[in-house]
């Protein structure tokens, strides 16, 4: 805000106006609208002005961090004046022109207003509404299809009562992956004092971390450790972690460790310390696939490695990468897919992986029986049976 805000909110602060001294709100924070719609907004205000004061809106559109007077996305919004003595709603109408993220701020010259920067709306502007539920939609089908994708492998471990042919580097980079996610999603979302610090990082921002983040990740926590005890109850035909795989998770939890001393001697943040987690997310994912994929080459087979698991992964991936495309044209927000690579790059990463793994099952090995007595990076493999 300028300069005559911030004179007016150590005014207040110095109560030179004393219960005079007063702050406003738009009646709701978010908003959203399709081209075209008009929406009914107010400006509340919390207590009565001695004098009248102008309020002039303000605009931040997109990744631009700083306020501007005007914006193609909406039609101009005219000053509004608030009346002395006025402590009802002060009503306003938004008009949008055209689709995009919009965050309308206020500022004033009044010296009784104070706390300007805390006022603002974010406007989410569409073409279409109906694609708007429609993502909701795509977003809980990928959702179920990602939880539901854990137990095909599981009933196979079962069925056969063998773990002979699920790669234990896997299991581990998984479990490595799962904790680091859980991690940072429960303290983003639970823990207050995090949730106050990404809040002062990020004033006008929306927390990353939803409810169903956390129970995905609670969910794949659990039965991830429910696919690992199946690997120390059936048989496993010496099939054990790797010494590449062992020092890679260790690493990453060394890592982790160390940071956490960082972060109790107060020389990072604990926002920053959860931020730490996601990178080994990250780590993980890049790599996760890679030793599941080899032993499935070196074998020459794809028995005892789930294609129920795999088609499910596919199918919730591929759901979450349309869904992001069809967010970005309805939002005229590319920004998102193309400014943020990582997770793009990531969801795109485990699809390949998908795809190789459908080709080695369906193509390059089908009904192949597994190659006996072969030597495996991570052990020997002998005496494999077939399903039967």
């Excluded at 001695?50 to 193609?72: C, Q, R, V």
């Excluded at 260790?250 to 959860?274: E, M, P």
């Excluded at 698991?309 to 990468?321: A, H, I, P």
Aim: net charge negative; proline share 3%.
């Amino acid at each position: 805000m300028g300069p005559i805000a911030t004179i007016a909110a150590f005014i207040c602060l110095l109560n030179v106006y004393g219960s005079h001294c007063s702050t406003l709100r738009f009646s709701s924070t978010d908003l959203n609208v399709m081209i075209g719609d008009i929406s009914h907004m107010d400006i509340i205000l919390n207590n009565s002005l001695s004098k009248p004061a102008t309020i002039i809106f303000l605009y931040e559109e997109g990744n631009i961090k700083s306020y501007k007077e005007k914006d193609h996305l909406i039609s101009q919004l005219s000053n509004l004046t608030i009346s002395a003595n006025n402590t009802d709603p002060v009503p306003f109408n938004i008009t949008p022109q055209n689709a995009g993220h919009l965050i309308i701020g206020i500022n004033s010259s009044s010296e009784e207003l104070s706390d300007l920067d805390s006022a603002f709306l974010r406007l989410t502007i569409v073409h279409s509404s109906a694609l708007d539920i429609f993502n909701v939609v795509i977003g809980w089908i990928y959702f179920v299809a990602w939880s539901v994708s854990f137990y095909p492998q599981v009933y196979i471990n079962w069925k056969r009562k063998s773990v002979i042919g699920l790669n234990f580097d896997f299991l581990a980079y998984n479990l490595t992956g799962f904790l680091a996610y859980g991690f940072f999603n429960i303290g983003m979302f639970w823990i207050a004092d995090v949730k106050n610090a990404y809040m002062s990082e990020h004033p006008r921002g929306i927390n990353p971390v939803q409810l169903n983040d956390v129970i995905f990740t609670l969910h794949a926590v659990f039965i991830t450790v429910v696919t690992i005890l199946q690997c120390l109850i059936y048989e496993r035909g010496g099939q054990k972690m790797s010494k590449i795989s062992s020092v890679l998770v260790a690493a990453a939890w060394l890592f982790a460790f160390i940071a956490l001393f960082v972060a109790v001697g107060k020389k990072i943040t604990w926002l920053t310390y959860l931020y730490y987690f996601s990178y080994i997310k990250l780590g993980v994912t890049l790599i996760k696939y890679v030793p599941q994929a080899y032993m499935n080459y070196k074998r020459k087979s794809t028995e005892g490695w789930s294609i129920g698991n795999v088609l499910l992964d596919f199918t919730g991936g591929s759901l979450s990468l349309v869904q992001m495309f069809l967010l970005s044209y309805n939002s005229d927000d590319w920004s998102s897919i193309f400014g943020d690579p990582t997770k793009f790059g990531l969801g795109f990463f485990s699809i390949l992986f998908d795809v190789l793994f459908i080709v080695q099952h369906y193509v390059l090995y089908r009904n192949n029986a597994p190659y006996q007595n072969v030597e495996e990076a991570d052990g020997p493999i002998s005496s494999y049976g077939t399903i039967s």
